[in-house]
């Protein structure tokens, strides 16, 4: 689940005269809460990492200069074509792209970046920002204006005695709990993939507020339970939150053996998943009687 306080920005990679200016704009960004996302050095290296880097990012950033560099491309026609192709592929309403411009690069550019400007400023999308802002802090302003000004989805979370989250991995097992309990109880389940790309903590938290107790569970998946935990228990209020949070590891893996989260209005529990459903109606009977 991705940490939606904070804006995963891809920085792309720029002509040579543009290093100094994307070097202080880096700083300025890391310094404004964002975490900065650059693409390696090197051509080959560049085309195999990119991908990677945009899926994990909300945003793109790139800084066009006055030269246009055909080896790096990104400030260049790669723009257009690798770069767009892979944005189409995902939530264009989500997924904002930058194109800083400062007015300091605006002069003097060489015959292929004014065609390659003039293309970006007449085929801009909705989901385009063309900017020529003369100050990195003013462009980062904006940019944090536009990203967090989205407009939140609503998930229609439904009122349920048991929210059921559990990693894809787990899937299986996962449906076999959800199974029994939907039989005795209001149930609402999640699978988390997080090989998608999808952001689920809005999902999740307006979801949670809706539930008597929630469950995480995790079998092959104990690296990501504990960490995924304890973002949601800050993210929903930690002690306050209206929603009782247990994680339950399943001790058919003998590689779970403890559980190392302790915090007010959680409790965790390593036992077998025929048990679990009985653990959790026990959790959700006790909390009703308080």
Same mark, same amino acid.
Request: glycine fraction near 4%; include cysteine.
């Given at each position: 689940?991705?940490?939606?306080?904070?804006?995963?920005?891809?920085?792309?990679?720029?002509? /040579? $005269?543009?290093?100094?200016?994307?070097?202080?704009?880096?700083?300025?960004?890391?310094?404004?809460?964002? $975490?900065?996302?650059? *693409? *390696?050095?090197?051509?080959?290296?560049?085309?195999?990492?990119?991908?990677?880097?945009?899926?994990?990012?909300?945003?793109?950033?790139?800084?066009?200069?006055?030269?246009? $560099?055909?080896?790096?491309?990104?400030?260049?026609?790669?723009?257009?074509?690798?770069?767009?192709?892979?944005?189409?592929?995902?939530?264009?309403?989500?997924?904002?792209?930058?194109?800083?411009? /400062?007015?300091?690069?605006?002069?003097?550019?060489?015959?292929?970046?004014?065609?390659?400007?003039?293309?970006?400023?007449?085929?801009?999308?909705?989901?385009?920002?063309?900017?020529?802002?003369?100050? *990195?802090?003013?462009?980062?302003?904006?940019?944090?204006?536009?990203?967090?000004?989205?407009?939140?989805?609503?998930?229609?979370?439904?009122?349920? $005695?048991?929210?059921?989250?559990?990693?894809?991995?787990?899937?299986?097992?996962?449906?076999?709990?959800?199974?029994?309990?939907?039989?005795?109880?209001?149930?609402?389940?999640?699978?988390?993939?997080?090989?998608?790309?999808?952001?689920?903590?809005?999902?999740?938290?307006?979801?949670?507020?809706?539930?008597?107790?929630?469950?995480?569970?995790?079998?092959?998946?104990?690296?990501?339970?504990? /960490?995924?935990?304890?973002?949601?228990?800050?993210?929903?209020?930690?002690?306050?939150? /209206?929603?009782?949070?247990?994680?339950?590891?399943?001790?058919?893996?003998?590689?779970?053996?403890?559980?190392?989260?302790?915090?007010?209005?959680?409790?965790?529990?390593?036992?077998?998943?025929?048990?679990? *459903?009985?653990?959790?109606?026990?959790?959700?009977?006790?909390?009703?009687?308080?």
């Amino acid at each position: 689940m991705r940490n939606l306080n904070k804006i995963q920005v891809y920085l792309s990679n720029s002509s /040579p $005269d543009t290093l100094v200016t994307r070097e202080r704009l880096r700083r300025i960004m890391e310094k404004a809460g964002m $975490d900065v996302l650059c *693409p *390696p050095d090197g051509s080959v290296a560049l085309k195999s990492g990119r991908g990677e880097l945009l899926r994990m990012s909300n945003c793109s950033v790139h800084l066009i200069g006055k030269e246009h $560099d055909a080896v790096l491309g990104e400030s260049a026609s790669e723009f257009d074509f690798e770069q767009i192709h892979v944005m189409k592929q995902r939530d264009m309403s989500e997924f904002r792209i930058f194109v800083w411009q /400062p007015d300091s690069l605006m002069h003097e550019l060489d015959t292929k970046q004014q065609l390659f400007v003039r293309n970006i400023q007449q085929n801009l999308s909705e989901n385009m920002v063309f900017s020529t802002q003369k100050s *990195p802090v003013m462009f980062v302003e904006d940019m944090r204006t536009v990203m967090y000004s989205r407009k939140k989805k609503n998930y229609d979370a439904k009122e349920t $005695d048991v929210f059921l989250i559990y990693n894809a991995i787990d899937e299986t097992s996962g449906q076999e709990i959800f199974s029994i309990l939907g039989d005795i109880m209001r149930v609402e389940v999640l699978g988390l993939d997080q090989g998608a790309n999808t952001d689920y903590e809005d999902l999740v938290k307006e979801q949670i507020l809706k539930a008597k107790v929630t469950v995480i569970y995790f079998d092959k998946t104990a690296d990501w339970a504990l /960490p995924f935990t304890k973002q949601v228990w800050r993210a929903t209020g930690g002690a306050s939150s /209206p929603s009782h949070l247990m994680w339950l590891g399943d001790s058919a893996n003998s590689q779970i053996k403890e559980l190392d989260f302790v915090a007010p209005n959680v409790s965790g529990l390593i036992l077998s998943r025929d048990l679990m *459903p009985l653990e959790i109606k026990v959790m959700f009977d006790k909390l009703n009687s308080i």
